[in-house]
């Protein structure tokens, strides 16, 4: 452990470097010098004595005039290297949401095309006869599964009390099925 010593007089006192969970956690009383406070509880011993409390490293502290703290704190700040600051690089930049909805609708309307032209095949090789048989066989199947399997809908409402958008998701587009 890092320390920094202090000679006063025919005394020495020993500070230790606090961390920073330390320095935040402590607790300032109001009409206490918070320097004092601070090199109180970063008093490690004086002169080869422990301190064994921030009590009584406050009583030592209190013993000392204002003006000798204050250069005692700038000697013990001044003394231990400077806090590293980490820095990130390389951070996922999201695109704007305007942009991601557009292509959202590009997809959709892609999948939509897609759709219609499988559809479009299957009515020239079958038939529009044939295609409305197999639609309507499809809801019949789904009429007598009692939609077993499927999920319950979400609320409409939101519990943070914003309203969802209309017309459901954004950038989806709502299309009759029948």
């Not at 009383?29 to 509880?41: S, V």
């Not at 005039?65 to 231990?80: A, K, L, N, Q, T």
């Not at 090789?125 to 309507?136: D, H, I, V």
């Amino acid at each position: 452990m890092e320390t920094v010593e202090v000679k006063l007089l025919k005394y020495t006192l020993r500070f230790r470097q606090l961390s920073w969970r330390e320095e935040l956690s402590l607790k300032f009383p109001e009409k206490e010098d918070r320097r004092c406070t601070l090199l109180a509880h970063a008093l490690a011993d004086v002169s080869g004595l422990k301190v064994t409390s921030p009590e009584d490293a406050l009583k030592v502290m209190k013993t000392l005039p204002e003006s000798v703290i204050h250069r005692v704190f700038i000697v013990y700040r001044g003394s231990f290297p400077p806090p590293r600051i980490f820095t990130t690089t390389g951070l996922f930049k999201a695109p704007e949401p305007n942009h991601v909805s557009r292509l959202f609708e590009e997809e959709e309307e892609k999948r939509d095309q897609t759709m219609d032209k499988v559809e479009e095949e299957m009515r020239q090789k079958f038939g529009s006869k044939e295609l409305e048989e197999t639609k309507e066989v499809e809801r019949q199947m789904l009429r007598n599964s009692k939609m077993r399997g499927l999920t319950k809908a979400t609320p409409d409402e939101n519990k943070f009390g914003a309203t969802p958008p209309v017309g459901g998701v954004i950038g989806s587009k709502k299309k009759n099925v029948n």
